[in-house]
């Protein structure tokens, strides 16, 4: 099964701001597009995958995702990252009805390709199913089957939302990368431990430079 991901992506300038502690205002943005940029290139390289999808407003990441092969949709219901989802994968299934959609966190940037398609294989097995963050409260993945709704329920404990929703919870160890979100300065710490793409490692280095 060949997957489009959809993933959602905020305003640079509003984008992580838990990380702001640790990053200050004026390199977060960077960081917050660095992240995106390393989870789409690695995506966009994995087997499993067909396209991928950014749903975003924010007109420098909107260029910088497209120049890496990312389809980018407007924001059009400007309601959240669950609105930004489904209308995300309401344009994919406008064009191809029975595509496989699976949703992306945008801050994965230690995400491998090959880990990926271990998640989106075993993701083929259920109508709707989900991969739970590195903290276990939330959630990093999530999919639905060819004329399956994705009915995307991320936010602050996605996990038991998506589970209570009916979506099966895919248990895969060895996909640490697809698990590794980053949302506070620790949780960039691990995603540096895991090897994170160029981008962030570039975007890390200044972050270092400045303290």
Known sequence: MQWTLVIPLKPL????????????????????????????AAAAA???VRDVVVVTDDGLAGRELAAL??????????????AALAHGAAAVRAGRPQS????????????????LARVLVDAAGFTRSFLADA???GTTLLSAAPGVELRPAFGVASRSRHADSGAVEL???????????????????AALALGVGPRTAAAAARLLISD
């Not at 509003?14 to 992240?35: H, I, V, W």
């Not at 496989?100 to 880990?115: F, I, M, Q, S």
């Open 171 to 189: 248990g895969l160890g060895g996909v640490d990368s697809v698990r590794q979100d980053v949302d506070t300065g620790d949780d960039l710490r």
């Open 135 to 137: 903290a276990g409260i």
């Open 46 to 48: 994995c087997p499993a």
């Open 13 to 40: 300038e509003r984008a992580k701001s838990r990380l702001t502690a640790t990053t200050g205002d004026t390199l977060r943005p960077g960081l917050a597009l660095a992240f995106a940029q390393d989870t789409v």
């Open 69 to 82: 092969g990312a389809r980018i949709v407007r924001d059009e219901p400007a309601g959240g990252l669950n």
């Open 100 to 115: 496989a959609v699976a949703a992306l966190n945008a801050d994965l940037p230690a995400l491998r390709p090959g880990e």
